[in-house]
């Protein structure tokens, strides 16, 4: 399928006009970054995300209301998938201080429930567990199978046969499960997914997530240093940096006006951005591959009408291929749910601002270097 293959319009004369509208955009995204700031989910800041899944269709304020009476401060609660599955969002790591004897007594109250009148000895008291220990091996079994059918994370502390000691995990899912089961007793919540990043890992994830994408910018200059010339490899670096730099500019200017994008810098997010650079530099080579070989054939033509050729010449396929990427991306950002939804949101301006910078960016700055230093480009 072929379309637009006698274009002719002349992209490089409007190249100034496009120069002011991507300082534009990156100001006013650096602008936002800089005054509100980006907002990242647990993978960088640390915390807890937890996954639960509702026996029936359930009110999200309902919830909230519930949630927010437990004590755990600050907590994110929104639907995704549909209306039973709840995604819960807080910065702590571990249950606070304050509550721990809470949640303490609320554990010996299923013991006394599991077992009337059992003896009930600490052995060992964490901040993430209780280890208790009963008469006898026969009645920790029995207590440790009745706690793990509420939903407690409970298990023997051997496998020995004269086991008689019990370990009991608590967490935040722990303490948010547990509360909305007593608040809420005609839902039933089952977790489906708890993560927990400590404000240390978050830091090295952090680190090593801009690692990642500087390498890979190193990585692509080096190739197109050695596949074309230096400044054909510097073009298409700063026009990644420009996708990268306003993408991420949207998420800080969007965050808080549109309640469906209000998204967390996250690791899904990081992997985006690398699929984005790879996505926007293939864009860019299959353009500079054009001008190599329409500078081969027309030696004596000016930079300025070969690259005005090449773009025109490789617009059909520019079009086909971003078209049909834009509209999954676009399907997935719709219909993706909550977990794809950054992802999706990332590709899908990506692919535009992809595009754009391969024809405005990488090759204007080639021409405009060419133009400043009086050099003619060769192969």
Wanted: glycine share 8%.
């Amino acid at each position: 399928m072929r379309i637009l293959h006698n274009l002719n319009i002349d992209f490089m004369g409007k190249r100034k006009y496009f120069y002011i509208l991507s300082i534009t955009l990156f100001l006013i995204g650096f602008g936002n970054i800089l005054f509100r700031g980006l907002q990242f989910g647990i993978d960088f800041k640390g915390g807890t995300e937890l996954e639960l899944k509702v026996n029936r269709p359930i009110d999200i304020a309902t919830l909230r209301q519930s949630i927010d009476k437990i004590g755990l401060g600050d907590v994110e609660v929104k639907m995704f998938g549909g209306d039973k599955s709840v995604l819960i969002r807080t910065e702590l790591q571990e249950i606070p201080q304050s509550i721990y004897p809470k949640v303490q007594a609320g554990l010996e109250k299923a013991i006394n429930e599991a077992v009337a009148g059992v003896p009930i000895k600490i052995t060992e008291h964490t901040a993430n567990s209780i280890t208790y220990e009963f008469p006898n091996p026969d009645t920790t079994n029995l207590i440790v199978e009745k706690l793990f059918l509420r939903g407690y994370q409970a298990g023997r502390i051997s496998e020995e046969v004269t086991n008689n000691k019990m370990i009991v995990r608590i967490g935040i899912s722990d303490w948010i499960k547990e509360n909305l089961r007593s608040k809420l007793p005609d839902y039933h919540f089952e977790i489906q997914r708890a993560e927990v990043v400590g404000p240390k890992v978050g830091n090295e994830l952090k680190r090593d997530a801009v690692v990642a994408v500087f390498f890979a910018l190193v990585g692509i200059l080096l190739y197109l240093g050695i596949r074309y010339k230096f400044i054909f490899a510097f073009g298409a670096v700063l026009s990644l940096f420009h996708d990268v730099l306003i993408t991420l500019g949207l998420y800080a200017t969007l965050y808080g006006l549109i309640p469906g994008l209000n998204l967390d810098i996250s690791l899904t997010i990081v992997a985006a951005f690398l699929t984005l650079i790879g996505y926007s530099v293939m864009d860019t080579v299959i353009v500079f591959d054009r001008v190599r070989e329409t500078v081969r054939l027309h030696k004596n033509e000016s930079l300025y009408n070969l690259m005005n050729m090449s773009i025109n010449k490789t617009m059909s396929r520019t079009i086909l291929t971003g078209g049909t990427t834009f509209l999954s991306c676009l399907v997935l950002l719709i219909f993706g749910g909550e977990v794809l939804r950054s992802f999706a949101f990332t590709l899908t301006f990506g692919i535009i601002t992809g595009t754009y910078s391969s024809i405005f960016i990488a090759s204007s700055i080639v021409l405009d270097y060419s133009i400043k230093q009086k050099k003619k480009i060769e192969f």
